[in-house]
């Protein structure tokens, strides 16, 4: 599996975004897609993650209410549309699959396949 994280960009506070993960040899034994974040210096961050079996959704604390995760029509595109923007959002986002429910789904370890980021800069 290839995954593309796109759609970052430089924004205001209180402005939205949408990130899209692209995928390529997504297949029927894909378990879930997640989003994670990472700034400089710190640990990569769970934002947000969707199942592909019944599609649950998860979220981090953080975004909850704010960021939006979603499934395309087929297995190619899960998005992450985030709204009401906050500085403290700024961050090189990833996109990520796991092919099993081994581990939580809201640590990295859990999944299998990465992405490149995409950045997302908001300023205040």
């Known amino acids: 599996v290839q995954l593309q994280a796109s759609g970052g960009g430089l924004v205001q506070a209180g402005d939205s975004l949408r990130l899209s993960c692209t995928a390529s040899g997504r297949t029927s034994s894909t378990y879930g897609t997640g989003w994670f974040r990472r700034t400089p210096g710190k640990d990569r961050e769970f934002v947000a993650a969707i199942g592909w079996r019944d599609v649950s959704t998860y979220y981090a604390q953080s975004v909850q209410g704010r960021f939006s995760i979603s499934r395309g029509n087929s297995k190619g595109t899960v998005y992450l549309q985030m709204n009401s923007l906050k500085p403290e959002d700024t961050a090189v986002y990833y996109c990520?699959?796991?092919?099993?429910?081994?581990?939580?789904?809201?640590?990295?370890?859990?999944?299998?396949?990465w992405g490149q980021g995409t950045l997302v800069t908001v300023s205040s």
């Open positions: 990520a699959d796991r092919r099993a429910p081994t581990g939580p789904v809201r640590m990295s370890e859990s999944y299998h396949f």
